[in-house]
T-cell receptor
Framework: GQQLNQSPQSMFIQEGEDVSMNCTSSSIFNTWLWYKQDPGEGPVLLIALYKAGELTSNGRLTAQFGITRKDSFLNISASIPSDVGIYFCAGPGTGFQKLVFGTGTRLLVSP | DGGITQSPKYLFRKEGQNVTLSCEQNLNHDAMYWYRQDPGQGLRLIYYSQIVNDFQKGDIAEGYSVSREKKESFPLTVTSAQKNPTAFYLC?????????????FGAGSRLTVL
């Protein structure tokens, strides 16, 4: 089946640093979604991408839809402690309205 | 405010017992989903429902059952047949229209089997 590989698996950074993470797919996607999950909570949508090459920002977050349509990138600038959590990429799965999720990137931010 | 409510937040169960997790949404969404989350893994789809009185198996449906008698409600039963039920369970919904891959999630229910 479809797989999404995220890297890195985890990151431990200092407050104020910039963060980059990516997601690659074994197949072409027409939508990329980035979610953040706070500890013990459900994921919350950060950014949705619908077009190859698209670059979209949401505050300090910027995500890009890769030209090949098989990858996507998420950058966080000037990280703060509340950025801690797990970041998931997601794309359309096989079949109607199904999403497939990556394994997540766990971010820890030291004050 | 519109959203998805899952209950209970934490649940303990003895082996051999069935348990039902509640999921209610007031977003007027047609589609609803149940995902399972284990440490170090992505979210895996258990069941989904595109419309009332209809539901489909996801990737890991064995040992689970669902019902969709009302648009707002999509309860999940974890049966004694589920070999490893301890996990974090997430309910989600979407509008169900074209391009409606964007899911809204509840806060999750953590099930622990003793």
């Amino acid at each position: 089946g479809q797989q999404l590989n995220q890297s890195p698996q985890s990151m431990f950074i200092q407050e104020g640093e910039d963060v980059s993470m990516n997601c690659t797919s074994s197949s072409i996607f027409n939508t990329w979604l980035w979610y953040k999950q706070d500890p013990g909570e459900g994921p919350v949508l950060l950014i949705a991408l619908y077009k190859a090459g698209e670059l979209t920002s949401n505050g300090r977050l910027t995500a890009q839809f890769g030209i090949t349509r098989k990858d996507s990138f998420l950058n966080i600038s000037a990280s703060i402690p509340s950025d801690v959590g797990i970041y998931f990429c997601a794309g359309p799965g096989t079949g109607f309205q199904k999403l497939v999720f990556g394994t997540g990137t766990r971010l820890l931010v030291s004050p | 405010d519109g959203g998805i409510t899952q209950s209970p937040k934490y649940l303990f169960r003895k082996e051999g017992q069935n348990v039902t997790l509640s999921c209610e949404q007031n977003l007027n969404h047609d589609a609803m989903y149940w995902y399972r989350q284990d440490p170090g893994q992505g979210l895996r789809l258990i069941y989904y429902s595109q419309i009332v009185n209809d539901f489909q198996k996801g990737d890991i449906a064995e040992g689970y059952s669902v019902s969709r008698e009302k648009k707002e409600s999509f309860p999940l039963t974890v049966t004694s047949a589920q070999k490893n039920p301890t996990a974090f369970y997430l309910c989600a919904s979407s509008t169900g229209g074209t391009g409606a891959n964007v899911l809204t999630f509840g806060a999750g229910s953590r099930l622990t089997v003793l």
